[in-house]
């Protein structure tokens, strides 16, 4: 059965050499992944002429069984062979197939089978001008398994010039590029062709969505969760992390900062002295340290201060310049740190994570903090000790404003303060309230706009 996983190109060859230990071989493999193709393509040409395009490996390969099968089902098929086949399974392929390649075509549906995960090297001159020609002479463009010109495990766009396509059909598994940027932009729909690769364990995950609870019958506001948000000299910050807290689950939120009351909701409880006289309260479940915090020496002390609390803790923003090792010495309590790329940077920095790719930086630093990652972004991703990573479905772009990553962070801890799953697991349903709320948002909103639909997001995860 089709899974969530996310493959490597060297787990993706285990699991083809799997298959053919159990007495696959590698062209019944093709013949399953090029018919799954090729019954999407059939589907969006709705009887319109395709042209594929055909490399010399077996995503080439898996072009021929697409044009063989698409011709018997009565479509024209033209097929465009700059190279003639060099695998076993593909030269069987193509000789199945029977027919003429012709030089180019135009009009109808485009079918990218040059390369796949194979691809070793940025295309040449001649072959990235021809693929985008052909591109720009279809109605619509479909690549099998991967683009041609991206980088399968790190998402590199290897070409400055290369077709966005309408529709990308994975055969097998996920791989990172269909998940990450930059290559995932050129991605178009995603659909996943189960040609029978077995679960691993320590694959990465495409995180499913959550399912949340709505409270016990008996809840009260300390038994939904009591969050502290501590902030610092940006109090707005806190306020909307604080803000999108209140509507995350937990029953009470309460914010240390000075916050004008002009700038608070009635409904935020807000403490200005007292500290520790705040954290030292036992019926506090979980704190939020970092948005609007500040990094002077007296924003360190209070993060040390915080941290030293023990108590299951999300650090962001401000925090993530500021933490060192020894401020986590000692922590048993979990721990979530939301990290945007310049943050994610400056932790790898502190904590001995540089000079690696994304999904390494991100695993190496959960291992390092004993914690769970949230690398935000376009395409988050999520890394806990002695787990693979997760990585979340794109969300909406409109989200690239300031703000919204204090209403994550404040979902996150919202989450924490609730309780009810793994560190990871509520780290996940945060980033899924803030993924939704964002759909649900619309275009062209404001971080504090976004706090208006974090209920409707949690109607629809309930
Ligand atoms: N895994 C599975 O279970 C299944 C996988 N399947 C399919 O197989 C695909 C992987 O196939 P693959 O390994 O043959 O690689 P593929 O991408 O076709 O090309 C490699 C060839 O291209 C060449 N080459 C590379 N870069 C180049 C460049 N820039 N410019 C020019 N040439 C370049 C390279 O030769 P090189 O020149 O590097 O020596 C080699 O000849 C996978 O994506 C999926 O579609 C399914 O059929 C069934 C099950
Ligand atoms: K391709």
């Given amino acids: ?170 055969l097998g598994a996920w791989k990172f590029a269909h998940w990450m940027m930059p290559a995932m932009q050129l991605m178009g729909e995603r659909r996943l062709v189960d040609i029978g690769v077995a679960f691993d364990w320590d694959a990465a995950q495409l995180a499913e969505r959550p399912v949340l609870s709505p409270p016990e019958a008996d809840a009260h506001k300390y ?43 009635p409904d935020l409880v807000v403490v200005h002295d007292g500290l520790d006289e705040l954290l030292a309260d036992e019926r506090i479940a979980a704190l939020l340290v970092g948005p609007g915090l500040g990094r002077s020496e007296e924003a360190r002390a209070r993060l040390a201060f915080v941290l030293g609390c023990d108590l299951p803790t999300v650090c962001d923003a401000d925090a993530l310049h500021l933490l ?12 979530i740190v939301t990290p945007h790329a310049g943050e994610l940077d400056a932790l790898g920095h502190t904590f001995g994570s540089v000079g690696l790719d994304r999904v390494e930086q991100v695993s190496d630093l959960a291992e390092a ?28 772009a409109w989200l690239s404003t300031a703000g919204t990553g204090d209403v994550l962070a404040g979902l996150i801890a919202s989450r924490l303060a609730v309780g009810m799953d793994s560190p990871l697991g509520i780290a996940l349903e945060g980033c899924w309230l803030h993924r939704e709320a964002a759909r649900l948002a619309g275009p062209a909103f404001s971080a504090g706009d976004l706090l208006d639909h974090i209920p409707d997001a949690y109607g629809v995860l309930l």
Avoid at 324 to 335: H, I, K, Q
Avoid at 370 to 396: F, N, R, Y
């Fill in 324 to 335: 060192t090792a020894d401020m986590l010495e000692g922590r048993l309590s979990p721990l």
């Fill in 223 to 265: 038994s939904r969760g009591l969050l502290a948000v501590v902030g610092g000299e940006m109090p707005g910050a806190g306020v909307l992390a604080a803000s999108a807290a209140m509507r995350g689950g937990a029953g009470y939120v309460k914010l240390y900062a000075g916050a004008e009351p002009g700038l608070v909701p």
């Fill in 1 to 170: 059965m089709a899974s969530n996983q996310i493959l490597t190109v060297s787990q993706m060859q285990a699991a083809e050499q799997a298959l053919v230990d159990a007495g696959e071989t590698v062209s019944t493999l093709m013949e399953r992944a090029g018919a799954g193709a090729a019954d999407w393509i059939w589907r969006v040409a709705a009887g319109r002429a395709v042209t594929i395009l055909c490399g010399p490996g077996n995503n080439g390969g898996d072009g021929y069984v697409i044009a063989r099968v698409l011709a018997a089902r009565g479509l024209t098929v033209r097929v465009i062979a700059p190279f003639s086949p060099k695998t076993p399974a593909a030269r069987a392929a193509r000789e199945a197939w029977g027919g003429e390649p012709v030089e180019t075509a135009k009009g109808g549906v485009f079918v990218d089978c040059l390369f796949g995960s194979g691809l070793a090297r940025a295309l040449d001159q001649v072959l990235e001008t021809r693929l985008c020609e052909l591109a720009a002479a279809h109605d619509l463009c479909v690549a099998v398994d991967v683009p041609s010109g991206i980088d399968c495990d790190s998402g590199e766009v290897l070409n400055d010039t290369l077709p966005i396509y309408d529709l990308t059909i994975a």
């Fill in 369 to 396: 903090l004993e914690a769970v990652v949230v690398a935000k972004g376009p395409d988050t991703m999520l890394g806990a000790p002695g787990t693979p990573v997760v990585v979340m479905p794109p969300a909406s």
